[in-house]
């Protein structure tokens, strides 16, 4: 693959060949062993969709970078304690979520938890009828129509959706990482999904 | 109207590729540097995995060495410290003893031996208290050694079964007092010789006299050595009959020589023990 690294350190880190064949597990059995190239790889993977998870949770840029920041300085001084549970990702989005929560509590105390359940009404008619995008319309419309209507969903509807989203988790991972049963999470995920679709048939 | 979410709404894939095309955003470079920098410092330290499996290595054995130590030095000090209690109870210092001994005069060895006696816990039980029957002063007499106190018990009981025999009517019952008081002698050699025939208050005062009189067999030679005067009194009736020692304490009872009369007759019994001495008349 070649250098990966482009940034202000002087350092070159060349990355294996076999490292973007690797499981996330693997990367991040041989970062604890002492491989730092095997980091880089976990983290060009999925720095992205942490950054983006954040940022859609606390609404915020330098917010997110802050959290963002924390979350991969946690998981590189737990490297040493690393042991193959659950998927990465679950693991990565785990720490993710429990540094939102730690900061919502911190600045928010009385807000909502992400871990509540919240029943929502969804218009029945609009929950029938998948989401169908109107051909012509702006790709980019429609994505930025999506982001105002994720932005509008109650808070653990979005965790939700984002974690399957941007960290291609499970419903079962998903509960995992949130801290709530599966029944839950699926129920969120639902009610997330069915919401924005409805929001999206409603502004075409 | 609320209405629950049809089943298999988990996923949709019209939505996935509009939010695919929303999704832009990437950190920015510094926080890559930064992050990237970090952990290649944290691989640098050193293997986690090995500085935490050496203290682990070591944290428990030295652990289990230092309560080793403990204990072991716990036990020997309990050991220690219960040996020496068990020596100091079997091995009480007798040293306030001595000096007693030492006041009364006598330097004899036996008087010291009596008085190293007198303040070492008697264990054994005290023989029971003598009557006075000539039975069991004779038992008495036998069970050796005896305390000091009881030695002046024995005689005192012997000065009464003298004064019993002389009282005597009969000569059958003075002759077995008699008989009883010359074999107590034989038995009890020392104090015969010594205190009870001197004076009434001699023996208790003298204790240790009487003690030492007791302890030491040369008791009678050395009361006639002591008291010179005393053996010339009978220096010339040694080869005597029993009248002529007679004849002599009832003179020096006339002459009012009691005391002199009373050594005479103590050693007319002892010579002659199946000898009747007749009776005090003043």
Same mark, same amino acid.
């Given at each position: 693959?070649?250098?990966?690294?482009?940034?202000?350190?002087?350092?070159?880190?060349?990355?294996?060949?076999?490292?973007?064949?690797?499981?996330?597990?693997?990367?991040?059995? #041989?970062?604890?062993?002492?491989?730092?190239?095997?980091?880089?790889?976990?983290?060009?993977?999925?720095? #992205?969709?942490?950054?983006?998870?954040?940022?859609?949770?606390?609404?915020?840029?330098?917010?997110?970078?802050?959290?963002?920041?924390?979350?991969?300085?946690?998981?590189?001084?737990?490297?040493? #304690?690393?042991?193959?549970?659950?998927?990465?990702?679950?693991?990565?989005?785990?720490?993710?979520?429990?540094?939102?929560?730690?900061?919502?509590?911190?600045?928010?105390?009385?807000?909502?938890?992400?871990?509540?359940?919240?029943?929502?009404?969804?218009?029945?008619?609009?929950?029938?009828?998948?989401?169908?995008?109107?051909?012509?319309?702006?790709?980019?419309?429609?994505?930025?129509?999506?982001?105002?209507?994720?932005?509008?969903?109650?808070?653990?509807?979005?965790?939700?959706?984002?974690?399957?989203?941007?960290?291609?988790?499970?419903?079962?991972?998903?509960?995992?990482?949130?801290?709530?049963?599966?029944?839950?999470?699926?129920?969120?995920?639902?009610?997330?999904?069915?919401?924005?679709?409805?929001?999206?048939?409603?502004?075409? | 109207?609320?209405?629950?979410?049809?089943?298999?709404?988990?996923?949709?894939?019209?939505?996935?590729?509009?939010?695919?095309?929303?999704?832009?955003?990437?950190?920015?470079?510094?926080?890559?540097?930064?992050?990237?920098?970090?952990?290649?410092?944290?691989?640098?330290?050193?293997?986690?995995?090995?500085?935490?499996?050496?203290?682990?290595?070591?944290?428990?054995?030295?652990?289990?060495?230092?309560?080793?130590?403990?204990?072991?030095?716990?036990?020997?000090?309990?050991?220690?410290?219960?040996?020496?209690?068990?020596?100091?109870?079997?091995?009480?210092?007798?040293?306030?003893?001595?000096?007693?001994?030492?006041?009364?005069?006598?330097?004899?060895?036996?008087?010291?031996?009596?008085?190293?006696?007198?303040?070492?816990?008697?264990?054994?039980?005290?023989?029971?208290?003598?009557?006075?029957?000539?039975?069991?002063?004779?038992?008495?007499?036998?069970?050796?050694?005896?305390?000091?106190?009881?030695?002046?018990?024995?005689?005192?009981?012997?000065?009464?079964?003298?004064?019993?025999?002389?009282?005597?009517?009969?000569?059958?019952?003075?002759?077995?007092?008699?008989?009883?008081?010359?074999?107590?002698?034989?038995?009890?050699?020392?104090?015969?010789?010594?205190?009870?025939?001197?004076?009434?208050?001699?023996?208790?005062?003298?204790?240790?006299?009487?003690?030492?009189?007791?302890?030491?067999?040369?008791?009678?030679?050395?009361?006639?050595?002591?008291?010179?005067?005393?053996?010339?009194?009978?220096?010339?009736?040694?080869?005597?009959?029993?009248?002529?020692?007679?004849?002599?304490?009832?003179?020096?009872?006339?002459?009012?020589?009691?005391?002199?009369?009373?050594?005479?007759?103590?050693?007319?019994?002892?010579?002659?023990?199946?000898?009747?001495?007749?009776?005090?008349?003043?």
């Amino acid at each position: 693959m070649g250098c990966p690294y482009a940034g202000a350190s002087a350092y070159w880190y060349p990355v294996m060949p076999t490292d973007a064949d690797a499981s996330d597990e693997a990367l991040m059995l #041989g970062y604890r062993d002492g491989d730092a190239g095997a980091f880089d790889a976990l983290y060009l993977r999925h720095k #992205g969709g942490v950054y983006r998870y954040l940022l859609r949770q606390c609404r915020n840029a330098a917010l997110a970078d802050e959290l963002f920041q924390d979350v991969w300085m946690n998981l590189i001084r737990a490297r040493a #304690g690393y042991t193959v549970q659950a998927k990465f990702s679950t693991y990565l989005y785990r720490i993710a979520h429990n540094r939102l929560m730690d900061h919502f509590r911190r600045n928010n105390p009385g807000s909502v938890s992400l871990d509540d359940e919240t029943i929502v009404s969804i218009d029945e008619p609009a929950a029938a009828r998948s989401f169908e995008p109107e051909v012509g319309t702006d790709v980019r419309q429609q994505a930025a129509h999506l982001l105002v209507l994720l932005d509008a969903l109650p808070a653990e509807q979005r965790a939700a959706f984002l974690l399957q989203h941007e960290g291609g988790l499970s419903i079962e991972e998903i509960a995992v990482a949130t801290g709530v049963t599966r029944e839950t999470a699926k129920s969120r995920l639902r009610y997330a999904i069915a919401k924005l679709r409805q929001g999206m048939q409603a502004w075409q | 109207m609320a209405v629950t979410p049809e089943p298999n709404m988990e996923r949709d894939p019209q939505l996935a590729a509009v939010y695919r095309a929303a999704s832009g955003e990437e950190p920015p470079g510094h926080l890559d540097a930064a992050i990237r920098a970090a952990a290649r410092r944290e691989v640098d330290a050193g293997p986690a995995r090995t500085r935490k499996v050496r203290f682990g290595n070591w944290g428990v054995p030295l652990s289990l060495a230092a309560v080793v130590v403990l204990s072991v030095s716990v036990v020997l000090m309990m050991q220690q410290e219960g040996a020496d209690r068990i020596e100091s109870l079997t091995h009480p210092i007798p040293a306030q003893v001595v000096p007693r001994a030492a006041d009364t005069g006598i330097g004899n060895d036996a008087a010291r031996s009596l008085a190293v006696e007198e303040a070492v816990p008697q264990r054994m039980p005290a023989p029971a208290p003598a009557a006075v029957r000539p039975e069991s002063a004779k038992s008495v007499a036998e069970t050796a050694p005896q305390p000091a106190a009881k030695r002046r018990d024995d005689a005192n009981e012997l000065r009464t079964l003298e004064s019993n025999a002389v009282r005597a009517t009969t000569a059958a019952e003075a002759d077995h007092a008699q008989g009883d008081l010359g074999a107590k002698r034989e038995r009890v050699p020392a104090a015969p010789a010594l205190s009870p025939l001197r004076s009434a208050p001699a023996p208790i005062a003298g204790e240790s006299a009487v003690g030492a009189g007791l302890a030491d067999p040369r008791a009678p030679a050395a009361a006639m050595a002591d008291a010179p005067e005393k053996a010339a009194l009978w220096r010339d009736l040694v080869d005597a009959p029993p009248e002529k020692w007679l004849q002599r304490i009832v003179e020096l009872r006339r002459a009012g020589k009691t005391a002199d009369a009373a050594a005479v007759v103590g050693e007319f019994r002892r010579r002659f023990p199946a000898e009747r001495v007749p009776e005090e008349s003043h």
